[in-house]
Nanobody, 126 residues
Framework: EVQLEESGGGLVQPGGSLRLSCAVS????????IGWFRQAPGKEREGLSC????????RYGTSVKGRFTTTTDNARNTVYLQMNDLKPEDTAVYYC???????????????????WGQGTQVTVSS
């Protein structure tokens, strides 16, 4: 069974860091791309990044480029989202999702992802 499970969310002060994990099962992170999204109350789901080891692609959205980094650990079959210099506007539920590949267009299109995790809450507040 294909599953994705996010963890690592929590409360952090502005300027702080968090690392989210996306543990996958039923497939490997070498076979498929993994994207990170977030959704704040009353807002649309926003694509943050995607990574594909198979095609050697990593993409970031403009709102997080330079602050967030996504990496994979093949041995753990896990994808990470390292988030630095967090701001209050980063507060949202964060999701990881599976896609066939990673590109600028795919990164921003939730409908192109066929399996999602349940999400993890990130709150940035003093």
């Amino acid at each position: 069974e294909v599953q994705l499970e996010e963890s690592g969310g929590g409360l952090v002060q502005p300027g702080g860091s968090l690392r989210l994990s996306c543990a996958v099962s039923g497939f490997t992170v070498d076979e498929y791309a993994i994207g990170w999204f977030r959704q704040a109350p009353g807002k649309e789901r926003e694509g943050l990044s995607c990574i594909s080891n198979r095609h050697g692609e990593t993409r970031y959205g403009t709102s997080v480029k330079g602050r967030f980094t996504t990496t994979t650990d093949n041995a753990r079959n896990t994808v990470y989202l390292q988030m630095n210099d967090l701001k209050p506007e980063d507060t949202a539920v964060y999701y990881c999702a599976k896609a066939s590949m990673c590109s600028v267009a795919i990164m921003s299109a939730p409908f192109l992802y066929d399996k999602w995790g349940q999400g993890t809450q990130v709150t940035v507040s003093s």
